[in-house]
Nanobody
Framework: QAQLVQSGGGLVHPGGSLRLSCAAS????????VGWFRQAPGKEREALSA??????ITYYADSVKGRFIISRDGAEVTLQMNSLKPEDTGVYFC???????????????????WGEGTQVTVSS
């Protein structure tokens, strides 16, 4: 069973930065579209960002646009999070799929593989 392994996360003050990474144990992640999602306490899971596989197109939710950057770094996909706010607190998940949603449906959660989630807490 393929696994996505996440790293990063933790506790940061408002205005700080964190970097999340997503790697695959048995997949060649280069060939997969990857998305990042967040589930805040008491809220539904939301799509934050995604990167396509063939053309490297990136997508961002309005809530993180200009603050978060998704990129491929070798066999990993990273989410650089800057200017963090308390409302960014939540559990962050990466997801991957050969046929990941793109275009106007980039925010869909129809991914085959999911990471285990990592906690991000933004608090003073």
């Amino acid at each position: 069973q393929a696994q996505l392994v996440q790293s990063g996360g933790g506790l940061v003050h408002p205005g700080g930065s964190l970097r999340l990474s997503c790697a695959a144990s048995t997949l060649t992640l280069d060939y997969y579209g990857v998305g990042w999602f967040r589930q805040a306490p008491g809220k539904e899971r939301e799509a934050l960002s995604a990167i396509s596989t063939t053309d490297g197109i990136t997508y961002y939710a309005d809530s993180v646009k200009g603050r978060f950057i998704i990129s491929r770094d070798g066999a990993e996909v990273t989410l650089q999070m800057n200017s963090l706010k308390p409302e960014d607190t939540g559990v962050y998940f990466c997801a991957a799929d050969l046929l990941a949603p793109t275009g106007s449906r980039w925010y869909s959660d129809k991914y085959k593989y999911w990471g285990e989630g990592t906690q991000v807490t933004v608090s003073s």
